[in-house]
């Protein structure tokens, strides 16, 4: 089993920041993309931000240039850098993560989720 541990969600004001972290534990042989999706109430889910395990990064155009995705592979951790938060913003974000068990064969696993509310 995998599980993937989320932390730095909280209330910020708008313009504020907040920094996600996604670190996985358990037995596994590598950890290959992540993504970090976000969910608002009534909203459907949709993705924020993506990595791969060479570091390519994306973003969804709402984000870009305020989000940065990174990884410290050392850790097993994926962070979610952002800035100039804005009140549409607020969401649950979850990250999730493709995990090789072993060589060729990778599962994916979901966080438990951390919210972020930004308001005045």
């Known amino acids: 089993q995998v599980q993937l541990v989320e932390s730095g969600g909280g209330l910020v004001q708008p313009g504020g920041s907040l920094r996600l972290s996604c670190a996985a534990s358990?037995?596994?042989?590598?950890?290959?993309?992540v993504e970090w999706y976000r969910q608002a109430p009534g909203k459907q889910r949709e993705l924020v931000a993506t990595?791969?395990?060479?570091?390519?990064?994306g973003y969804a155009d709402s984000v870009k240039g305020r989000f940065t995705i990174s990884r410290d592979n050392a850790k097993n951790t994926v962070y979610l850098q952002m800035s100039s938060l804005l009140p549409e913003d607020t969401a649950v974000y979850y990250c999730?993560?493709?995990?090789?068990?072993?060589?060729?064969?990778?599962?994916?696993?979901w966080g438990q989720g951390t919210q972020v509310t930004v308001s005045a």
């Open positions: 358990g037995r596994f042989f590598s950890i290959s993309g």
């Open positions: 990595i791969t395990r060479g570091g390519s990064t």
């Open positions: 999730k993560s493709a995990v090789s068990v072993r060589p060729f064969h990778v599962e994916d696993y």
